[in-house]
């Protein structure tokens, strides 16, 4: 099971007896077994006992609440996997320190810009070569970046040159100009926005696990509210989620049917449209969790060697 998704309004969510039980006002009680729960997503307000959230952190179940029409009011409450806390001290004198930071946040790029070229390989379109050929001159480019912002500044302009390409390929019918996000205008949109958040949880995630503190980010900086290493941990799997997200589409899996009309909240999947995405989440999901781990491990590792001795704390992810 892993993972269990409550797409239902009014429900009541109690712990009984190494079970969750589910109560629905118009069906009979159901139970899920504890043990077989990894994260627990609901994606409208529920009921929920103290006792519960007791038992899933104390278990190590994630309680995830995702809000479409309201991002900002989704929250996570993340099992507490590594409670040495030493890992977490070096990785806050390690972020403290600029030229560390810098060189950290350059392999964080380039290795983004890599995946990006490596999913636009995938297909035969006209201008993939020219763009792939791009984002091979801005690794270059990102290699000689001296400041922080420059270097956001070259990774911005090669986003939005992918999101460019995209554009050019998707219908026309689905008013997709580029990646805009609250509220989301469209329906391409709508799904980057509800992927990305379910990508960074899962990121937040993956860091507890390796035990390092996800509000202390290299790339992204210290925010109040935000986990900046989990905004961080997901950069490179971006490109991978973007190009997932299209191929619903350019499949037409998913289409301007599965969206309800649009309104002061944005462009939202409809009913049907969330059954169907979560479907199809299901494999490329797993696929996004190893890939986040890995890059966790990647991490944890840089900052244990740093604490041991001073070359380069800064690992290569790995190649594409």
């Known amino acids: 099971m892993g993972r269990v998704i409550l797409d239902r309004r009014e429900l009541a969510l109690e712990y009984i007896t190494d079970c969750l039980l589910i109560r629905?006002?118009?069906?009979?009680?159901?139970?899920?077994?504890l043990a077989r729960i990894q994260q627990l997503i609901c994606?409208?307000?529920?009921?929920?006992?103290?006792?519960?959230?007791?038992?899933?952190?104390k278990r190590g179940i994630d309680f995830i609440v995702v809000n479409q029409r309201?991002?900002?009011?989704?929250?996570s409450l993340f099992a507490d996997h590594q409670r040495d806390a030493t890992r977490r001290a070096l990785q806050y004198r390690w972020q403290e320190q600029d030229a560390?930071?810098?060189?950290?946040?350059?392999?964080?790029?380039?290795?983004?810009?890599?995946?990006?070229?490596?999913?636009?390989?995938?297909?035969?379109e006209v201008g993939s070569r020219a763009l792939r050929e791009s984002l091979a001159r801005g690794c270059l480019r990102v290699v000689q970046a001296e400041t922080e912002d420059a270097l956001r500044g070259m990774e911005g302009a090669?986003?939005?040159?992918?999101?460019?390409?995209?554009?050019?390929?998707?219908?026309?019918?689905?008013?997709?100009?580029?990646?805009k996000r609250r509220p989301p205008p469209d329906p391409v949109n709508a799904v980057l926005s509800l992927s990305y958040v379910l990508a960074h949880d899962e990121a937040a995630r993956q860091l507890k696990i390796a035990g390092?503190?996800?509000?202390?980010?290299?790339?992204?900086?210290?925010?109040s509210g935000r986990l900046a290493l989990a905004c961080d941990l997901m950069e490179p799997l971006r490109p991978v989620?973007?190009?997932?997200?299209?191929?619903?589409?350019?499949?037409?899996?998913?289409?301007?049917?599965?969206?309800?009309?649009?309104?002061?909240?944005?462009?939202?999947l409809g009913k049907q449209g969330r059954l169907q995405f979560y479907e199809y989440l299901e494999v490329p999901q797993r696929q996004w969790r190893k890939r986040l781990a890995g890059y966790a491990r990647v991490l944890a590792n840089a900052v244990d060697a740093r604490a041991e001795a001073e070359p380069s704390p800064v690992q290569e992810f790995g190649n594409e």
């Not at 997932?244 to 939202?268: I, T």
């Open 24 to 33: 629905s006002p118009d069906q009979p009680p159901r139970t899920l077994p």
């Open 43 to 57: 994606l409208h307000s529920v009921q929920v006992t103290t006792q519960l959230i007791g038992q899933l952190l």
């Open 70 to 75: 309201h991002v900002e009011h989704g929250f």
């Open 100 to 124: 560390l930071r810098l060189a950290w946040s350059r392999r964080l790029v380039i290795h983004k810009l890599k995946v990006a070229s490596h999913t636009l390989q995938t297909t035969d």
């Open 158 to 179: 090669a986003q939005k040159a992918v999101f460019a390409w995209w554009r050019k390929r998707l219908p026309e019918s689905l008013g997709f100009n580029g990646r």
């Open 212 to 223: 390092l503190d996800p509000c202390l980010g290299m790339y992204h900086r210290l925010v």
């Open 241 to 268: 989620i973007e190009a997932w997200v299209m191929s619903l589409f350019l499949e037409r899996r998913l289409d301007s049917r599965h969206f309800g009309s649009p309104s002061r909240q944005g462009c939202l």
